[in-house]
């Protein structure tokens, strides 16, 4: 058998000693090492030489080698321990590194240590960018505008702060046709113009991804914040031009303002998304209670709005057209007002997702058409040709709507032709087969159409030939700016030229000024409606408006002669 390397046992001082050392060795490396190895070989050899049998030296030699390999490791800890003590602090400190200047190999350490530092530090920084900062457009995204947001509330002491959030329409519809690569740039086109436009001081911008967007305001109130999103909208009504290729964006704000509407970043963003939603796809919309469908206050209302159908509590308000022709009166917009006991004057249309899932939207569009066939005796005296009712998303797929509109008609003896049905054109755009199909059964039902709010860019000419509607409206957010904006008056003017091309009556929204409606007219359109036509009215006052407008007509016809 292989007899053991250290076969003789170690006297009992020899192993003291280098217990002692073994620690110190950790720490010195090699050269403690090699000193304890050193006196351990002495020690060994001592037996083969005499030493500790005959030699009166001998167990002192024993205890002195090892202490001395001991004496020498202490002094080298006590040389390298300081400095190592101070890098070891450095490093969890995360201070400044010592001894970089240093020229030994302490020095290479330090100055390793130092760079290995720097480069975490980078990459954490660069992790942190990646977690708050949108790749696309380089804005903050959701979650560095929540951050943003949450840091902003509690420094906020009192002040107002608003969230905005704003949607691009038909963008996925146009990365879809222009290509990925082209949706994008548009997408950094519009995040770069929102920055140009760096609202205020501190005001934050975010891409939230797609076509959402988001500004923090703070200090900023309702009327503030409102101030903000018409500036943006004025903005976007230009086109985007990329490769040659422009297109329009229509553009929809969701508001929501602390403390009133959210008291922390969760609720704020939740009650403007929800605004947002109410908003469609061109509109601007603050937070109220009864836009949540969740909330205790909607589910009321809802609850309350089908015992209003039953006990008349609605009114039938109605929105005068005039024609720019002759400048008569030609037809209104009905629209339905709950004057409700606690909560004041609601719009039932802002309930519209609820109405929807409850049933209720159709009870509430039947209702409308019974008071407007109710009116219509009335509305007819006063020269009227038509009123139209705008119909919902959700009205394309109900196959019994002509059927229920001409019973609900007959009743009152209101002829289908005196009642136009109005869609949004993102609507028809969005379910083209449907829309075709539900436009057939209501021309043939003998009701007037109407494409509203026209002007997105999506529809067409061939799915306005199947439509065959009688009249387009030019959307709201190009009549409000076709007097100050040339592009928005090109699309005006496009628009009228597609409605002659194809035999329709060329109308247009936001008429809300004098030279509003100056402007249009040079532009082509036939029929306007806006504040500077009239508000919305109840059906009772319409006949006064009527007399009122016929005098000033007649008015503005006698200066002109002149």
């Known amino acids: 058998m292989r007899k053991p390397l250290l076969s003789p046992p170690l006297p009992a001082p020899l ?47 024993l205890l002195a080698l090892p202490s001395f390999a001991v004496a020498v490791a202490a002094a080298l800890v006590w040389r390298f321990h300081r400095p190592l003590s101070a890098l070891t ?4 400190d995360d201070a400044e590194i010592p001894l970089r200047r240093r020229s030994d190999a302490l020095g290479e350490l330090a100055r390793a240590i130092a760079a290995m530092r720097e480069g975490l530090h980078a990459e954490r920084d660069a992790l942190r960018r990646l977690a708050h900062e949108d790749a696309l457009t380089g804005l903050l995204n959701r979650a560095g505008f929540v951050a943003a947001l949450e840091a902003a509330l509690a420094g906020a002491e009192g002040t107002a702060l608003s969230v905005l959030l704003l949607r691009l329409d038909r963008c996925r519809h146009l990365a879809e046709v222009l290509g990925a690569g082209w949706g994008a740039r548009m997408l950094q086109s519009a995040g770069q113009r929102l920055l140009g436009q760096q609202v205020r001081a501190g005001d934050l911008v975010a ?34 031009t990329l490769d040659e290729q422009s297109v329009d964006l229509g553009v929809a704000f969701g508001l929501a303002t602390w403390p009133e509407q959210g008291d922390d970043a969760a609720a704020l963003l939740g009650r403007a998304a929800i605004a947002l939603d109410a908003a469609g796809s061109d509109g601007m919309v603050a937070y109220a209670p009864a836009l949540d469908r969740s909330s205790t206050l909607t589910l009321t209302l809802l609850a309350e709005l089908g015992r209003a159908l039953a006990a008349e ?101 209101m002829p289908p ?31 007037g159409l109407i494409v509203d709010e026209y002007g997105g860019g999506g529809t067409s000419l061939a799915l306005l030939r199947r439509l065959a509607p009688d009249a387009l409206r030019v959307a709201r957010r190009w009549g409000r700016a ?58 009772t006052g319409l006949a006064e408006f009527e007399a009122q407008w016929s005098v000033q007509e007649q008015g503005l016809s006698a200066v002109a002669m002149h």
């Open 207 to 240: 891409h939230f991804g797609g076509g959402e967007f988001a500004l923090l305001l703070p200090g900023a109130d309702a009327a503030d914040a409102w101030g903000v999103a018409e500036r943006l909208s004025d903005v976007f009504q230009l086109p985007i």
């Open 89 to 92: 602090r450095a490093c969890a």
């Open 417 to 447: 032709q005196a009642l136009c049905l109005g869609w949004n054109e993102a609507d028809l755009v969005a379910e083209p087969a449907r829309a075709s199909a539900q436009a057939d059964a209501l021309r043939r039902a003998g009701f």
């Open 15 to 61: 192993r003291a000693g280098l217990r002692a050392a073994a620690p110190f060795g950790g720490v010195l490396g090699p050269a403690a090492a090699l000193l304890a190895l050193e006196g351990l070989a002495w020690a060994l050899a001592a037996p083969q030489r005499g030493w500790g049998a005959s030699s009166p030296w001998g167990d002192w030699a």
């Open 313 to 413: 509590q609605l009114r039938l308000f109605l929105q005068p057209t005039v024609s720019l022709v002759g400048g008569r009166l030609v037809g209104v917009v009905a629209g339905v007002r709950w004057h409700h006991p606690r909560q004041g004057l609601v719009e039932p249309a802002a309930l519209l997702p609820g109405l929807e899932q409850t049933g209720l939207a159709r009870s509430l569009l039947l209702w409308t058409v019974a008071a407007v066939a109710q009116q219509w005796p009335t509305l007819r005296g006063l020269g009227l040709s038509w009123v139209q009712i705008s119909l919902a998303p959700r009205d394309l797929i109900d196959v019994d709507l002509a059927d229920r509109l001409q019973r609900t008609l007959r009743r009152h003896g």
């Open 482 to 539: 076709s007097e100050r904006d040339e592009d928005a008056a090109l699309i005006v003017r496009a628009a009228v030229a597609v409605a002659r091309t194809l035999g329709l009556r060329a109308g247009a929204a936001g008429a809300d000024s004098a030279a509003l409606r100056r402007a249009l007219t040079r532009l082509g359109c036939e029929e306007v409606l806006g504040e500077h036509i009239g508000p919305p009215l109840p059906a």
